[in-house]
């Protein structure tokens, strides 16, 4: 890493409080508030890609100071564009000025909440990544129908002391999130932030702020909790009811309030997810959901005929007793024939664990297709009133790769992908091969878009192969 030696730059922000008489999403009127001095001290290079509409990136960690994490702002509250720290449970504690946090319909973001920066504001990060940092990850946007502005990736080296501007000088000139990635490969501790550098009273947003770390290369690498959601957004989920974008500590999926269950979920597994905390039983109620919501309980499966049926299987997140807990909430459980839960939907979990005690990683994403299957009592549409609807299918897409880092680069038309669709019934074979497809099959069948991350020529070979490797 080369430190371009500048002249030290103070730059003081003013911040602004923003107050409208008729609107809040007008802020057309601005209360001058006391500006906050933040330090630039120099410039670091860093490599700067740009992608366009990628899909939002999103895992938590509890060693949040080690491991990666993506920031989604979902968990924090701040309507003020006033100076102030706030706490984020997905990663630590930011500090944000001239910023607030958005939730108005002009707020670009992934669910609910994005950063919204000003003027020469910015957030930071008020806590350390002791291990060091390989990528940055960011999603930005415009506000609204605002101008263009630019921002800069910071780091600071000593706590917050001093910081460096870090690679390019980025450009927001879109109403679409896309994202930028500055590999940084950082090796001590660091903290980053973001600081808008130009556009006056236009405002931007920043949302999915994503911190990777571990070893690079393509595989051999220390199995790690990656992203649960790298490959994209498969069905563009957001805040609408049949398509509510919910993010959880251990996996992320879209919730469809007239099923009354997760359109899918998404999460990676490797080795450093598992361990041996036992099944906690434990069914819940999601009150995460909105409150207008029809919000599943454990009850409302008893005498269906059909299992409480895991999307993300509580055995790939018992590395904590907490991690195997988050899988019994109810947005992530379906109606599943006991044919198809206890075995061959089993057994096809049980293989792809065995491929991360070879070294392998996994990305996955499971969901539900059509509606009518048959259980221990016959044949039923929903159950619990109408309530749930019993799903025809469960389908599954899982993508295999060494452990490593940098996944969506690593990817090649070799790269092992295996689809599963297997019919919600009883009495089907045991052997979760019988039920193997293509991603092609799959997007047809749902209409959604499985791995659009990957390039393009790649995606297109991988998506359309049917697996045949091994199976045990």
């Given at each position: 890493m080369k430190l371009l030696k500048l002249n030290t730059l103070f730059i003081s922000v003013f911040v602004a409080l923003s107050i409208t008489s008729c609107s809040v999403e007008d802020e057309s009127f601005y209360e001058d508030i006391p500006s906050v001095p933040l330090q630039i001290d120099g410039e670091i290079k860093a490599q700067t890609n740009y992608y366009d509409n990628e899909g939002p990136h999103d895992?938590?960690?509890?060693?949040?100071?080690?491991?990666?994490?993506?920031?989604?702002?979902?968990?924090?509250?701040?309507?003020?564009?006033?100076?102030?720290?706030?706490n984020l449970s997905s990663s630590g504690t930011w500090y944000l000025s001239d910023a607030l946090i958005g939730t108005l319909s002009n707020d670009r973001k992934f669910g609910a909440k994005s950063v919204r920066i000003r003027n020469t504001g910015y957030a930071i990060m008020s806590f350390n990544m002791d291990n060091g940092v390989q990528t940055v990850r960011i999603?930005?946007?415009?506000?609204?129908?605002?101008?263009?502005?630019?921002?800069?990736?910071?780091?600071?080296?000593?706590?917050?002391?001093?910081?460096?501007?870090?690679?390019?000088?980025?450009?927001?000139?879109?109403?679409?999130?896309?994202?930028?990635?500055?590999?940084?490969?950082?090796?001590?501790?660091?903290?980053?932030?973001?600081?808008?550098?130009?556009?006056?009273?236009?405002r931007i947003?920043?949302?999915?702020?994503?911190?990777?770390?571990?070893?690079t290369g393509g595989g051999g690498g220390t199995a790690s909790r990656d992203s649960n959601i790298t490959f994209g957004n498969p069905s563009n989920a957001?805040?609408?009811?049949?398509?509510?974008?919910?993010?959880?500590?251990?996996?992320?999926l879209s919730y469809n309030n007239n099923r009354g269950t997760a359109n899918w979920v998404s999460w990676h597994l490797s080795s450093a997810w598992t361990g041996n905390a036992p099944r906690c039983n434990c069914f819940k109620s999601d009150t995460s959901l909105p409150s207008t919501f029809f919000r599943a309980t454990s009850?409302?499966?008893?005498?269906?005929?059909?299992?409480?049926?895991?999307?993300?299987?509580?055995?790939?997140?018992?590395?904590?007793?907490?991690?195997?807990?988050?899988?019994?909430?109810?947005?992530?459980?379906?109606?599943?024939?006991?044919?198809?839960?206890?075995?061959?939907?089993?057994?096809?979990?049980?293989?792809?664990?065995?491929?991360?005690?070879?070294?392998?990683?996994?990305?996955?994403?499971?969901?539900?297709?059509?509606?009518?299957?048959?259980?221990?009592?016959?044949?039923?549409?929903?159950?619990?009133?109408?309530?749930?609807?019993?799903?025809?299918?469960?389908?599954?897409?899982?993508?295999?790769?060494?452990n490593g880092n940098d996944d969506i680069n690593r990817v090649t038309t070799s790269t092992r992908v295996i689809s599963i669709n297997v019919p919600n019934d009883q009495g089907i074979s045991?052997?979760?091969?019988?039920?193997?497809?293509?991603?092609?099959?799959?997007?047809?069948?749902?209409g959604y878009d499985l791995l659009e991350n990957i390039s393009n020529s790649v995606e297109s070979v991988i998506e359309s192969v049917i697996d045949n490797g091994p199976s045990s």
């Open positions: 895992h938590n960690f509890s060693e949040k100071r080690v491991d990666g994490f993506t920031e989604t702002y979902e968990s924090g509250s701040k309507g003020s564009y006033a100076a102030a720290s706030v999603r930005h946007a415009k506000y609204g129908s605002n101008g263009n502005s630019t921002w800069r990736l910071i780091a600071s080296y000593d706590n917050g002391s001093s910081w460096f501007y870090v690679g390019s000088t980025i450009t927001t000139n879109s109403t679409s999130l896309n994202t930028v990635t500055f590999d940084v490969n950082e090796t001590g501790s660091v903290r980053y932030g973001v600081y808008k550098t130009s556009g006056g009273s236009n947003n920043i949302d999915n702020f994503e911190i990777i770390t571990g070893s957001g805040s609408g009811s049949t398509n509510y974008y919910l993010s959880k500590p251990d996996f992320i009850s409302d499966y008893t005498n269906s005929g059909f299992d409480r049926g895991h999307l993300c299987p509580s055995a790939d997140r018992n590395g904590s007793a907490d991690s195997n807990e988050n899988t019994f909430y109810m947005s992530n459980i379906a109606p599943q024939a006991p044919d198809n839960n206890q075995r061959s939907w089993a057994n096809f979990e049980n293989y792809l664990r065995s491929l991360t005690l070879e070294g392998n990683e996994i990305h996955i994403i499971a969901g539900v297709a059509g509606s009518g299957g048959t259980g221990r009592n016959g044949f039923a549409s929903t159950i619990d009133g109408g309530n749930i609807t019993v799903p025809d299918s469960f389908w599954k897409v899982a993508l295999i790769l060494p045991s052997d979760w091969t019988q039920f193997r497809t293509s991603v092609n099959d799959i997007e047809s069948l749902t």
